[in-house]
């Protein structure tokens, strides 16, 4: 009976809406801001984290460039670009479930989580343009993914945000007329 209420277990999701946070800036007008080279870097809160910290900049990198709507995205300031964006991705709480664990205790491995905190900020001058928290997260059924896949979706949503912002930056350029 046990082993049935793992099988069954949900494959609910975490929200796929990133928490804003307070910034210091005063206004949501983001005309000034160049979305066109965009620096990557991924942190974490301990040193046990390293291939996850590696997973989550990766995938930001490649899902920014997929999207196409970017000239330059890349984890190191190569070209001396003065102008963009800098994203800092920050694994600050993470729960890991291993292959391991989901073959022998199934659903009761439970959900594998990553919260990443994330800082958007203009490349010149450092003044921050958004400040959020994603969670990536799996389900709790036997066939729920692992740590890799909770770090793969909360990279997917700051995919998604830095998408919003660009879209955002470009209408109000449309609705001022620059």
Known sequence: MLVSFGLAGCTTHAPSHPVHLPTPVTTNDLTWVNFHFILVNAT???PNLRSETSLLQ???????????LFRNVDQANTNAAA???KILASIHQITKVSAHSRVWFGGL???ARAVVRVTVSDLTTGNPVD??????QTGASAWAGLTDEAVLRAAQQVVAEIARLD??????LIDHGK
Do not use: H, P, Y
């Open 131 to 136: 400040v959020f928290v994603v969670e990536g």
């Open 44 to 46: 974490n809160t301990s």
């Open 167 to 172: 879209s955002q930056a470009a209408q109000q």
């Open 109 to 111: 491995a439970g959900k």
């Open 83 to 85: 102008n963009g964006i």
């Open 58 to 68: 990766d995938s930001i990198i490649s899902g920014l460039r997929e999207t196409g």
